[in-house]
């Protein structure tokens, strides 16, 4: 199994700044990519960031700029810090790893959500 446990949401004023978290544990081998991916309600879930094993990144256009996308590869962490929030970036967001397992195999991997509220 591969179990994703993030952390780091909360509500905050539009202008403010917040860093989720994302640790990855299990059976795991190694970590291809990490990425964010957010849901608001009545929205399709959408992808914010997202960093493979090298360390290149790419992000949504809506948050180019603002957020920045890392990771520790010796913890199994991503992160991301997110700057100069609005209020449209309020949503549900989502860890997801893509991860090659002790046993050979390849898996995708999600984390429970972590609510991001942001509001005066």
């Known amino acids: 199994q591969v179990q994703l446990v993030e952390s780091g949401g909360g509500l905050v004023q539009p202008g403010g700044s917040l860093r989720l978290s994302c640790a990855a544990s299990?059976?795991?081998?190694?970590?291809?990519?990490m990425g964010w991916y957010r849901q608001a309600p009545g929205k399709q879930r959408e992808l914010v960031a997202v960093i493979n094993s090298g360390g290149s990144t790419n992000y949504a256009d809506s948050v180019k700029g603002r957020f920045t996308i890392s990771r520790d590869n010796a913890k199994n962490t991503a992160y991301l810090q997110m700057n100069s929030l609005k209020p449209e970036d309020t949503a549900v967001y989502y860890c997801?790893?893509?991860?090659?397992?002790?046993?050979?195999?390849?898996?995708?991997?999600w984390g429970q959500g972590t609510q991001v509220t942001v509001s005066s």
């Open positions: 299990g059976i795991i081998s190694s970590i291809y990519s």
């Open positions: 997801n790893a893509d991860v090659w397992t002790v046993v050979g195999g390849r898996v995708g991997s």
